[in-house]
């Protein structure tokens, strides 16, 4: 049975960082890229950040890109995602999805599997 686990999440002031977690089991984590979702209330889910297992080359949604980090520890089977100048239009639930794919990553519809999300807030 496939569990993705996040963590990290939680409420910060604008200009603040998190370091979200996200566990995997049941898996070959290795052999799966890991991407990293976000869900604002009232919107829809939105792309964030990935990873790919095969060459762990990164790529982000524009809006974080030069304050967030996507990276992985395999040998720990988890992957991170560094947010630093947080703003309040980061406000959402942050979800973990794991896919074989190495392309079309930004879809979540090619995702594998997922987690139940963790809730960050960034107050103005």
């Known amino acids: 049975q496939v569990q993705l686990v996040e963590s990290g999440g939680g409420m910060v002031q604008a200009g603040g960082s998190l370091r979200l977690s996200c566990a995997a089991s049941?898996?070959?984590?290795?052999?799966?890229?890991m991407v990293w979702f976000r869900q604002a209330p009232g919107k829809e889910r939105e792309f964030v950040a990935t990873i790919r297992w095969s060459d762990s080359s990164t790529y982000y949604t524009d809006s974080v890109k030069g304050r967030f980090t996507i990276s992985r520890d395999n040998a720990k089977n988890t992957v991170y995602l560094q947010m630093n100048d947080l703003k309040p239009e980061d406000t959402a639930v942050y979800f973990c999805?794991?896919?074989?794919?190495?392309?079309?990553?930004?879809?979540?519809?090619?995702?594998?599997?997922w987690g139940k999300g963790t809730l960050v807030t960034v107050s103005s």
């Open positions: 049941g898996l070959t984590f290795a052999r799966y890229s």
């Open positions: 999805a794991a896919s074989g794919r190495v392309f079309a990553l930004t879809r979540a519809s090619n995702m594998d599997y």
